[in-house]
């Protein structure tokens, strides 16, 4: 991986002792609701979050949520987890996406849009999302770092026009000798993940060879093709996914379902 890229990652902050010890709690198979609770409301961003995804009809909930004990108990601790992480990268990364052409705002919404394709997916097999919630939620965190390389190098004007016509991961790869999936891995190896989920991640890209993580980089990589960074969720991304479910038989009927819900 290109050294600057690699430079880059270790400067990052470690993660604020909240998401570790969100972390902690997820993967306590004797800790409940309760706990996860009492550290959640103690970071008031991560609450006003949580509230708000909890009352947009991306995730579909029928009755307007009051409180954090609601939010948690209806998306389940694994995907807490997923928004606390997103959170804290959001308070403690530059957002900048101009080699790409891409606003912050325009990056919060996909990220958001891919969480919620994931969690309405596997709403009835939540044992999955304490993998996919995360990564789905932060798979482009890797085209941050590729960003600001870019820019620093003069390159992110040049970049950007050939954006328009050239496959991204393929001049992702020319300049950089890298991809956004391989670098959010890299990131959240940094961040000491699970291998699992950043295998997960790694090999979103190069499903040939996922192995054992297969089903978890499969819907991965249907997220990350229908819910394109510059195009989400438009008819010609969703057949493109569509395609890789249907090739790695994953869940065709709930993943229209989780369509039909977010878009």
């Known amino acids: 991986m290109n050294k600057n890229i690699l430079k880059k990652i270790k400067s990052l902050p470690p ?7 969100i972390q902690k709690i997820t993967s306590d198979p004797e800790a409940s609701i309760g706990d996860l609770v009492k550290v959640v409301k103690e970071d008031p961003m991560l609450t006003a979050n949580l509230l708000k995804a909890a009352n947009s009809p991306l995730y579909g ?17 694994s995907t807490v987890k997923g928004f606390a992480v997103a959170s804290a990268v959001k308070s403690s990364m530059k957002i900048d996406l101009s080699a790409y052409g891409i606003s912050e705002s325009k990056f919060v919404l996909v990220s958001q849009l891919q969480n919620a394709l994931v969690v309405n997916w596997y709403k009835r097999d939540r044992s999955k999302l304490d993998i996919l919630s995360t990564a789905s939620f932060l798979i482009e965190i890797g085209a941050i770092i590729i ?11 040049e970049f950007q026009k ?39 991640i790694k090999f979103a890209d190069d499903l040939k060879n996922a192995g054992d993580y297969i089903e978890y980089s499969a819907a991965l990589a249907v997220t990350y093709t229908a819910v394109d960074l510059f195009n989400p969720l438009s008819d010609e991304n969703i057949a493109k996914g569509m395609k890789i479910a249907e090739k790695y038989n994953l869940n065709i009927d709930a993943l229209n379902e989780a369509i039909s819900t977010v878009k």
Do not use: C, H
């Open 61 to 77: 909930f029928s009755r307007q949520i009051k409180n954090v004990d609601q939010a948690i108990s209806l998306f389940g601790m």
């Open 162 to 200: 050939r954006l328009a016509n050239g496959n991204r991961s393929e001049l992702e790869r020319e300049y950089l000798n890298t991809d956004t999936l391989e670098v959010t891995a890299e990131i959240f190896s940094y961040w000491k993940f699970d291998n699992e989920l950043v295998n997960a």
């Open 15 to 21: 993660l604020p002792k909240s998401v570790i010890e």
């Open 147 to 157: 960003s600001s390389i870019l820019v620093t190098e003069g390159l992110a004007e």
